[in-house]
């Protein structure tokens, strides 16, 4: 997606904006800050009930993503981006642990020098301003800043956000070498309304359940104020060096990045429940320190008929380093117990999970019209809990309370992948892929046991694939194209939710899965005034065991899978500067449990948008309009899977409406 998607797409606030134009990418946006986006590739990733799973994240380089392969977008600077790459497939292998698909953002290299200022205005209290500034200097040095403030109030109670999000991007190129150093800062406390249960989104999808709301007053019980705050900063390097006389070696590829990110969590867990001496608290409070190293050598030979070959090998390391507490979510008693706060302490721990791993890719073109890629990379991650919360036995002799729940576990793998790519035009390109992919447990899926034990849930096992794809790239002429795959995906040891309620959501294996399907993405000029893009997908992903005395049996729905969605839009340009367009979205429905007995429904939305560029005031002026569910229909956006309380939808807020500008200008 191009910078010109992105900004068309909304406020740039959150990558489920334009992500839907992207076929085998479900992300939608749950309209609560606090939990962030629900996104998943070819069903990787369905499962999470908060954050991203499943699915290697990049901002320029840096790992949005930890070495367990939990992630968050909530620092992605959309608007400063000049692409967001996607990856789908085999090769997604080659990012390592938990890569069932790839989201990498690429910011803007400045160009010449300039200043903006933007300002965006939308439903449900939506404010949002944005400075930036870049320039390019003498000798070879650049830099780019912006500066960003966002707020709503959300359509349901308890939903309200800001954000405040900074960025800084400085780069040098000499001769032979590019330093990119990126630095941001993102701080975003939000308040979380919950889901709401079938019945609920019936009667009426803006409420918000109970337990999310503050105390009215003092003793008033089942009501916790459930928000999130986090504040993440980060620093990345990439510095790329072209090798002169050494032979085939061409080039070195080096980029580390480290940052700290800290949460704390109130969430609606009764009071009551917490009495167990086991219970680690309604609150969850973490600083999570993490860093990385990616080093890579790239050798290239020219071969007969202007073919070459390449081989890329390098190393990575990645860290985290995690202080993790827990707190009872109330104080008080009886009439004076006040819910919804930092009470005792019930947790302390520090776990630290690291992946270190080795990789090669080799492309080859052997032959005029014909060209292979081999790669294999291959790594461990490592878990390491220490538990600091023990209480011990009411009596000498007796069993502690809160035993000791340190502990360590480790999964290795070694992914192999490879492909065969025939271009028997210079339009057409026809390929085939295959590879085995490895997702190792997130460390808050080995943090709790389904069967309520302490310790980590050591009996929770990585998941493996093997897929393989077929496909096709056609560019007929410019501004058309099209791309087709064809491709399946099965899985052993799958990981699945357990059971999710209370804020607290526990793993298990689920057996084998199968995941197959077809992707369309195709754009095409139709004169030099329209213009249309359609992006279809069709995924069949079912559990391929029956596990007795469970829902889990063969032949059902993975949860929170979609089996059909498309994406189309016709544009119209009559002129340089002016769009109008309109866009359609549709889902099938979506299981929102391993049973197969509760679907959110299927949807058809359309939407509106206008934009108008302009020459004003010595600079340059963009406008953007937009209203998005024409028909104001309320439909479930998201889903939580397997939530024990029933509180599975996430509602849309029904017809809404923008106004962006964009006024920038040279000095």
């Known amino acids: ?394 009596a000498p002799g007796d069993p502690p309370l809160n035993p000791d729940d340190s502990g360590s576990l480790s999964f290795d793998y070694t992914n192999p992948v490879a492909a065969l790519r025939w271009q028997p035009w210079s339009e057409l390109a026809l390929y085939v892929s295959a590879g085995r992919g490895f997702e190792s447990p997130t460390l808050n899926e080995l943090a709790y046991r389904p069967d309520g034990g302490t310790g980590l849930n050591s009996a929770l096992q990585a998941m493996t694939s093997r897929q393989v794809e077929l496909g096709a790239k056609w560019r007929p002429a410019p501004g058309t194209a099209l791309d087709a795959a064809v491709f399946t995906a099965r899985t052993s040891n799958e990981i699945g939710v357990a059971s999710s309620s209370g804020g607290r959501t526990t793993f298990r294996n689920v057996g084998g899965t199968e995941r197959s399907g077809v992707e369309i993405d195709l754009r095409a000029a139709l004169n030099t005034a329209w213009s249309t893009r359609v992006a279809l997908t069709w995924l069949d992903a079912t559990y391929r065991d029956t596990l007795p005395g469970t829902p889990i049996v063969a032949g059902n729905q993975i949860a929170g899978t979609t089996e059909q969605l498309g994406y189309a839009e016709i544009a119209w340009q009559p002129s340089a500067g002016a769009e109008l367009a309109l866009e359609g979205r549709a889902s099938s429905a979506v299981p929102v449990n391993d049973a197969n007995t509760v679907f959110a429904p299927g949807y058809g939305l359309l939407a509106l948008r206008a934009r108008w560029q302009a020459e004003l005031l010595g600079g340059r002026l963009e406008l953007l309009g937009r209203l998005d569910d024409l028909a104001d229909r309320r439909i479930v956006a998201s889903v939580i899977v397997n939530e024990a309380q029933g509180r599975v939808f996430e509602p849309s807020p029904g017809r809404t409406w923008l106004l962006s500008a964009r006024w920038s200008m040279a000095f």
Do not use: C
């Not at 001496?277 to 890579?296: E, K, N």
């Open 1 to 394: 997606m191009t910078a010109d998607d992105l900004r068309a797409a909304g406020p740039m606030v959150n990558l489920s904006e334009s992500l839907s134009r992207v076929p085998g990418i479900v992300a939608n946006n749950r309209g609560n800050y606090a939990q962030d986006l629900q996104i998943n590739s070819r069903g990787f990733g369905a499962r999470a009930t908060f954050g991203v799973r499943g699915i290697r994240l990049f901002s320029d380089g840096i790992p949005a993503s930890g070495p367990d392969g939990q992630g968050q977008v909530t620092h992605f600077d959309i608007a400063g981006a000049s692409r967001v790459e996607v990856l789908r497939g085999p090769f997604t292998a080659q990012f390592g642990n938990s890569s069932g698909g790839v989201i990498s953002l690429v910011s803007t290299a400045p160009v010449e020098r300039r200043w903006g200022l933007a300002a965006d205005a939308g439903s449900d209290g939506l404010l949002q301003w944005r400075a930036d500034v870049e320039a390019p200097f003498d000798g070879g040095f650049s830099v780019r800043a912006s500066l960003l403030g966002f707020e709503i109030d959300g359509f349901r109670p308890q939903s309200s956000a800001e954000r405040t999000l900074g960025n800084v991007r400085l780069g040098w190129e000499g001769s032979r070498d590019r330093v990119t150093v990126v630095i941001n800062a993102v701080d975003q406390p939000a308040l979380d309304p919950l889901g709401l249960t079938p019945a609920q989104f019936a009667q009426n999808p803006d409420q918000t359940t109970e337990v999310a709301l503050p105390q009215q007053q003092p003793g008033q019980p089942g009501r916790y104020d459930t928000r999130k705050e986090a504040r993440q900063t980060q620093a990345g390097l990439q510095w790329r060096h072209a090798f002169d006389g050494l032979g085939a070696l061409t080039e070195s590829r080096l980029a580390a990045y480290a940052g700290r990110r800290q949460v704390t969590q109130w969430q609606s867990i009764p009071d009551f429940v917490q009495s167990a001496p086991t219970h680690p608290g309604g609150v969850i409070d973490f600083d999570r320190d993490y860093a990385g190293v990616d080093g890579r050598l790239v050798w290239t030979w020219a071969l007969e008929g202007g073919r070459q070959a390449q081989l890329v090998a390098g190393a990575a390391t990645d860290r985290t380093d995690e202080a993790r507490r827990g707190f009872e979510n109330f104080v008080g008693d009886g009439a004076d117990r006040v819910l919804g706060v930092t009470g005792r302490q019930r947790r302390d721990e520090n776990n630290v999970v690291t992946t270190r791993d080795l990789f090669a890719e080799g492309e080859i073109g052997f032959a005029p019209a014909w060209s292979a890629t081999l790669g294999v990379r291959s790594g461990e991650v490592e878990y390491d809990s220490t538990d600091s919360y023990i209480v011990p036995g009411a």
